[in-house]
């Protein structure tokens, strides 16, 4: 019975350390609103194009939870979770109209 209440304690331990570090690791992290002007004309699949600049700017951090929202209705933009230095390289890249 003891040996039960240990690995139930030892789990409990395990699970809260790692709740921490994730916490811990997002906390730098801040909500963007991404605007990239009208959407263009044709076939357009936004979210993917808005995922694929977060895997350029995150780099091995990039989670799909890091996107929030794509925006693809009224005009075409996202918001995700980025640090300071991953919202300057956003602005930087090559890609706005």
Not at 36 to 54: C, I, K, R, V
Not at 68 to 85: E, P, V, W
Request: hydrophobic content about 40%.
């Amino acid at each position: 019975m003891a040996g039960w209440k240990h690995i139930l304690l030892c789990t409990s331990i395990i699970l809260a350390m790692y709740t921490f570090m994730l916490c811990v690791a997002n906390e730098d992290r801040k909500l963007h609103v991404v605007y990239m002007g009208s959407l263009p004309n044709g076939d357009y699949a936004p979210a993917s194009q808005h995922s694929s600049m977060l895997r350029q700017v995150m780099g091995n951090d990039f989670a799909e939870h890091s996107l929030i929202r794509s925006y693809n209705r009224s005009f075409n933009g996202f918001a995700a979770k980025l640090t300071d230095q991953e919202v300057h390289n956003l602005a930087r890249m090559d890609c706005w109209e």
